[in-house]
């Protein structure tokens, strides 16, 4: 992302400087959105032949096993309680580094707060930088806050009540922008992470190779199937 780097000792920009980097932020925003938009509709139509080709099947091994499990306690004839199959893991309702999001979550806040404005347009702008704080803390977006805690123009510009107008409207499209790409980006970002997502790209180098991944994987949870039925039968 094109960053405009300030010191304490810097003059304030020009209107035809943040213009610039309004375009070229405008240009890379457009660029990113056509990505996320192409991204999503290959994974959708991925998911929609995993779900035909392999979801129905591992659902149906699913339920196999949750019979096999009943009837496994009804021959030895205890009583085992369902949590006792999740892992411990599972049953916690504290995510990983929730503690670490917190901390930067509030340090941004201690930075950036309205409370803190000298006047309504530093307001608003620290209204949009909150904003994008509280999404970033709602989807565990740690890059995202340690950027905001980092960017010097952000700084800048809210310890600066008294610009004039039109520079002040080019920080707020700046922020705004840059609001709406680190959304975009964190969209791209989370799709690239999901675990079906990484299944899809498996199984595109193995078509690029002449193979059928899903055809495979189908046929395989196909077998667990049939012994999973015989399972269930001796144990009727």
């Given at each position: 992302m094109p960053n405009l780097t300030l010191h304490p000792s810097a003059a304030r920009p020009e209107p035809g400087d943040l213009a610039q980097e309004v375009a070229q932020l405008e240009?890379?925003?457009a660029e990113r959105r056509a990505e996320l938009s192409a991204l999503q509709e290959e994974f959708?139509?991925?998911?929609?032949?995993?779900t035909q080709t392999v979801g129905s099947k591992l659902a149906e091994l699913a339920e196999l096993e949750r019979e096999i499990r009943e009837a496994e306690r009804r021959v030895l004839g205890v009583e085992?309680?369902?949590a006792a199959d999740e892992p411990a893991a599972a049953q916690t309702n504290t995510p990983p580094g929730k503690t670490t999001l917190r901390k930067l979550f509030w340090s941004v806040a201690r930075?950036?707060?309205p409370d803190h404005a000298a006047g309504e347009q530093e307001a608003r702008r620290r209204h949009a930088?909150?904003?994008?704080?509280?999404?970033a803390y709602r989807e565990g977006d740690v890059d995202s806050l340690h950027t905001l805690l980092g960017d010097e123009q952000l700084q800048f510009y809210c310890a600066a009540p008294d610009a004039g107008d039109d520079l002040a409207d080019l920080a707020a499209r700046l922020v705004n922008l840059k609001e709406e790409l680190r959304t975009v980006e964190f969209g791209l970002k989370r799709i690239r992470q999901d675990r079906l997502y990484r299944l899809k790209l498996a199984a595109d180098e193995a078509a690029a190779e002449g193979r059928d991944a899903l055809a495979a994987e189908a046929a395989r949870v196909a077998r667990q199937i049939v012994k999973a039925r015989n399972r269930l039968a001796h144990l009727s």
């Open positions: 240009t890379l925003l959708r139509a991925f998911k929609a032949r995993y085992v309680e369902e930075l950036f707060h930088i909150m904003a994008e704080a509280s999404r």
